[in-house]
T-cell receptor, first 113, second 112 residues
């Protein structure tokens, strides 16, 4: 059974700092891994999707990596801004590509001006 | 392109009452998902539809929760009777088949 873990649960950094959010999963036979952003009281916004054959994806200041052998993914945010403050969730698409997402608990990021 | 629509956005009910949520997926998306997100946790899949059929409902509490997807488009999720532990955000998502999912704004349910 796939389990996804995100540590730490909360993170506070000063504006401008580069930071890394961590995600680990127990079953290396994942199909895809997806990173989401969730603002308070809102739904989920997809940030990056890494297919199992890929090692990383980039979008603007965001870079996500995937290491299936170690069961880890990281989300790198460059030059953080107060507008990046939100909860970041990673989710594993199960093996066999059933579509089902298994989520971590999320990391709540606060970027201080 | 319109996103996933959900209503209502907020609902407050007393325990043992019933409640229903509605979701309209992105046009053309065959797969529709309902997730439950309890405060401080990641979303958990309740049920997945492929067109009209149920693909996965293994984590749906079937004694009180039910869901349907009529004509392969809109979907409703019902809770009857509600319990205090059902207080959560209910998220609907859709995808073309089983790929990248797009989420609606969610319905925040409070059971008192």
């Amino acid at each position: 059974k796939q389990e996804v873990t995100q540590i730490p649960a909360a993170l506070s950094v000063p504006e401008g700092e580069n930071l890394v959010l961590n995600c680990s999963f127990t079953d290396s036979a994942i199909y895809n891994l997806q990173w989401f952003r969730q603002d308070p009281g809102k739904g989920l916004t997809s940030l990056l999707l890494i297919q199992s054959s890929q090692r990383e994806q980039t979008s603007g200041r965001l870079n996500a990596s995937l290491d299936k052998s170690s069961g880890r993914s990281t989300l790198y945010i460059a030059a953080s801004q107060p507008g990046d403050s939100a909860t970041y969730l990673c989710a594993s698409h199960g093996s066999g590509n059933t579509g089902k997402l298994i989520f971590g608990q999320g990391t709540t990021l606060q970027v201080k001006p | 392109e319109a996103g996933v629509a959900q209503s209502p956005r907020y609902k407050i009910i007393e325990k043992r009452q019933s409640v229903a949520f509605w979701c309209n997926p992105i046009s053309g998306h065959a797969t529709l998902y309902w997730y439950q997100q309890i405060l401080g946790q990641g979303p958990k899949l309740l049920i997945q539809f492929q067109n009209n059929g149920v693909v996965d409902d293994s984590q749906l509490p079937k004694d009180r929760f039910s869901a349907e997807r009529l004509k392969g488009v809109d979907s409703t999720l019902k809770i009857q009777p509600a319990k205090l532990e059902d207080s959560a955000v209910y998220l609907c998502a859709s995808s073309l088949v089983a790929d990248e999912q797009y989420f609606g704004p969610g319905t925040r349910l409070t059971v008192t």
